[in-house]
């Protein structure tokens, strides 16, 4: 058995202790967390600890805090020479503090509070300063995921970049095409269709294959009557500005 404690209560942290309480092969022997209210419906509160000087032994520390806060959380655990990770994709290896053992912990998903997560398929990426430790975690990996990856620091900042644009952009873009929707008085439910194909295409075709639309074919027509349309400076530079980035790609 794997000895982990969680160290943390955000969306992260609360999704992790689900799936680590159901792994076979892993004992979430207790969490830590400023407010143990935040996790009481999620273990016995005799499992919460509040104190960093209570924080019991274990094989494992994983740190999942905001990243501003990783430095500072793992400069307060009271031991030292054991195994401590963080689960930030932007954060190097080297934000953890130098008196115990560093890795990293990462899984690549989109988190909501409230909303069940599936591990299984989500890519959990690992880095560790030694082999030994390495192993400990990626056999951590694959007791909640088909899919463990070595990724060093600068390879996590990449894809952390890119998570940022075909995630939290694209969600922005649908809150855009929402509030179109409803100022119109048309469902937003009726683009539902168009966005699944959208995402399926990419798991057979290249982004660049699969892109279609009015900025691809030079409609100029089209393109001036969207303009035209759109009210909110926002959306209308907005739109602009990709529709160019589109034209500048295709050229390529």
């Known amino acids: 058995m794997i000895k982990v404690v969680l160290i943390g209560s955000g969306n992260v942290a609360q999704h992790l202790i689900q799936v680590l309480l159901q792994a076979k092969n892993v004992d979430l022997v207790q969490a830590f967390a400023r407010n143990p209210i935040h996790l009481s419906h999620l273990l016995p509160i005799t499992k919460i600890t509040a104190d960093y000087q209570e924080i019991t032994e274990a094989d494992l520390y994983i740190v999942s805090v905001s ?32 008196k115990n053992r560093k890795g990293v912990f990462y899984p690549l998903q989109t988190f909501t ?59 922005h873009l649908y809150q855009i095409g929402n509030e179109i929707c409803e100022e119109n008085n048309v469902p937003f439910e009726v683009l539902h269709p168009l966005i699944q194909e959208t995402a399926h295409k990419i798991m057979e075709l290249s982004p660049k294959e699969a892109q279609t639309g009015p900025a691809l074919r030079n409609d100029t027509k089209t393109i001036e009557k969207h303009l035209d349309f759109l009210e909110n400076p926002e959306y209308k530079n907005l739109y602009q500005l990709l529709t160019q980035s589109i034209q500048h790609v295709k050229k390529l």
């Open 113 to 171: 509070k409230g909303k069940e997560i599936d591990f299984t398929p989500i890519p959990i990426c690992l880095e560790a300063e030694n082999e030994t430790d390495y192993q400990l975690l990626e056999k951590l990996g694959n007791c909640i995921s088909q899919k463990v990856v070595r990724i060093n620091s600068e390879q996590r900042k990449s894809l952390h970049v890119a998570a940022v644009f075909v995630c939290n952009f694209v969600n």
């Open 67 to 98: 990243d501003n806060a990783i430095d500072e959380v793992s400069a307060q655990l009271p031991f030292e020479n054991r195994l401590v990770v963080h689960t930030s994709g932007s954060s190097q290896l080297s934000i953890l503090n130098d």
